[in-house]
């Protein structure tokens, strides 16, 4: 019995393997965004009064980690609140109920991103070849099974990122850019960033 399952896995991991080469062959490849192009980028609030503002202001005074709808940093709020860092999210679009689905699953602000600032400077589409991918649909099952649906109606196949971005003019520290729906950034990769930014400046700002 444990050579059948090893030899099922083994087949799996070596079919897993083949479809990502190929697959990864048709992706088009990231452009690292640099931190004049996203403190440019124009943000729009979704609760309450619709206000716009440059995203310079999410991380000037403290840093910030910025989820471009990217998942599974919920779990870290807490530690960044400790180190005075704040978690915030951005979305291309807000289709129906979209934003507010999503909301129960994020520990933070969510904003507007309709240019697509955070997605670019080179867009990336995953498009069909997302479902000759057992990452897509292994990562897209947990997603449902949790209740949390996605973006099926608008630009769903645009693939997103994380980025932990220092204080003023310290720069981009983390830039995490999705290969495919679903892959998550390293935590540990997200929090040695953080770590980055001068914890003595954030204590002065919070006083």
Same mark, same amino acid.
């Given at each position: 019995?444990?050579?059948?399952t090893n030899t099922v896995a083994t087949v799996g991991g070596l079919v897993t393997g083949?479809?990502?080469?190929?697959?990864?062959?048709?992706l088009t490849p990231p452009l690292k965004a640099t931190l004049k192009y996203l403190e440019?980028?124009?943000?729009?609030?979704?609760?309450?009064?619709?206000?716009?503002?440059?995203?310079?202001?999410?991380?000037?005074?403290?840093?910030?980690?910025?989820?471009?709808?990217?998942?599974?940093?919920?779990?870290?709020?807490?530690?960044?609140?400790?180190?005075?860092?704040? /978690?915030?999210?951005?979305?291309?679009?807000?289709?129906?109920?979209?934003?507010?689905? =999503? *909301?129960?699953? &994020?520990? @933070?602000? $969510?904003?507007?991103?309709?240019?697509?600032?955070?997605?670019?400077?080179?867009?990336?589409?995953?498009?069909? /070849?997302?479902?000759?991918?057992?990452?897509?649909?292994?990562?897209?099952?947990?997603? =449902? *099974?949790?209740? &949390?649906? @996605?973006? $099926?109606?608008?630009?769903?196949?645009?693939?997103?990122?994380?980025?932990?971005?220092?204080?003023?003019?310290?720069?981009?520290?983390?830039?995490?850019?999705?290969?495919?729906?679903?892959?998550?950034?390293?935590?540990?990769?997200?929090?040695?960033? $953080?770590?980055?930014?001068?914890?003595?400046?954030?204590?002065?700002?919070?006083?």
């Amino acid at each position: 019995m444990e050579l059948i399952t090893n030899t099922v896995a083994t087949v799996g991991g070596l079919v897993t393997g083949v479809m990502n080469f190929f697959t990864d062959k048709f992706l088009t490849p990231p452009l690292k965004a640099t931190l004049k192009y996203l403190e440019e980028a124009e943000l729009k609030t979704t609760k309450g009064e619709i206000k716009t503002f440059k995203a310079k202001s999410l991380w000037d005074k403290s840093g910030a980690v910025i989820m471009a709808e990217a998942a599974g940093l919920s779990s870290l709020k807490p530690q960044l609140d400790e180190l005075g860092v704040p /978690l915030y999210a951005v979305v291309k679009e807000d289709v129906g109920t979209e934003v507010e689905n =999503f *909301r129960p699953y &994020f520990k @933070g602000e $969510v904003f507007l991103d309709e240019k697509r600032c955070f997605y670019g400077p080179r867009e990336r589409k995953m498009g069909l /070849l997302a479902f000759l991918r057992v990452g897509v649909w292994m990562n897209g099952l947990r997603a =449902f *099974r949790k209740g &949390f649906m @996605g973006n $099926v109606f608008g630009e769903g196949f645009v693939l997103g990122g994380v980025f932990v971005i220092g204080q003023g003019q310290q720069g981009i520290l983390l830039e995490h850019r999705e290969i495919e729906f679903g892959d998550k950034v390293n935590v540990d990769d997200v929090l040695q960033a $953080v770590r980055k930014i001068p914890q003595e400046l954030q204590s002065l700002e919070k006083k």
